[in-house]
């Protein structure tokens, strides 16, 4: 977390939220791929300001938004509490929801429940937007409860698991990563979720193969 001084009045502070690049494409992806122990060292679903920084950084809500809503954690414990929870069973229900997907298998009625939940009590309407010199269209959800906050995330799961086999959504080719990729490439044949990573370490591990076989069939 970053730490300036506001311009507005000398000596003062307010925290800034990260700012995270997608690499997965897909909001409810980038989501799912938060339970996956590669992107982090500490959940961000287990505190407020953890959830805030993901909502921030995935464009859900304005840095603005993010420093008003961190000043409720105090206020607002038990219901933060609550959604945290809440949270946490959506994440469960969209990743293995969105595995099935990937997998080219049957999405079980049992993951679709929280993902409904959530849609159910955060009434919204679709909104066009201007980003990144596009305009795209985005779900803006009825503010009147803390869950409004996964709105959007259930929206974008649900319109993945209604794609269902056309969704270009895959693991990642890598067997020990673990991570989702919806695959918005101009070829869909993206196999890895970062050349920086599991894409580096593939040509790593194919050179040595190639020029040194038996220390390779040793290991």
């Not at 989501?31 to 959830?51: M, V």
């Amino acid at each position: 977390m970053v730490i300036r001084k506001s311009s507005s009045s000398p000596g003062a502070t307010h925290r800034v939220p990260p700012q995270s690049a997608p690499l997965d494409g897909r909001l409810a992806v980038q989501f799912a791929n938060t339970a996956h122990p590669s992107t982090s060292n500490q959940d961000s679903l287990r505190t407020w300001e953890g959830l805030l920084a993901f909502l921030s950084g995935a464009g859900v809500i304005s840095a603005e938004r993010f420093r008003n809503l961190l000043e409720w954690e105090h206020a607002s414990a038990p219901a933060i509490q609550q959604l945290l929870q809440a949270a946490v069973r959506l994440r469960t229900a969209v990743r293995e929801a969105l595995l099935a997907v990937a997998d080219g298998g049957t999405t079980r009625e049992s993951l679709i429940s929280p993902i409904n939940e959530i849609l159910a009590i955060t009434e919204g309407h679709d909104e066009l937007m201007y980003e990144a010199g596009n305009w795209q269209l985005k779900f803006r959800a009825r503010e009147e409860s803390l869950e409004w906050l996964l709105a959007a995330i259930a929206r974008s799961a649900a319109e993945i698991i209604a794609e269902g086999s056309r969704a270009p959504l895959r693991r990642c080719a890598n067997p020990a990563c673990g991570l989702l990729i919806y695959d918005t490439s101009r070829t869909r044949r993206r196999r890895w979720c970062s050349m920086a990573l599991c894409g580096n370490r593939s040509k790593v591990a194919s050179f040595a193969r190639r020029h040194h076989p038996s220390r390779s069939s040793q290991a």
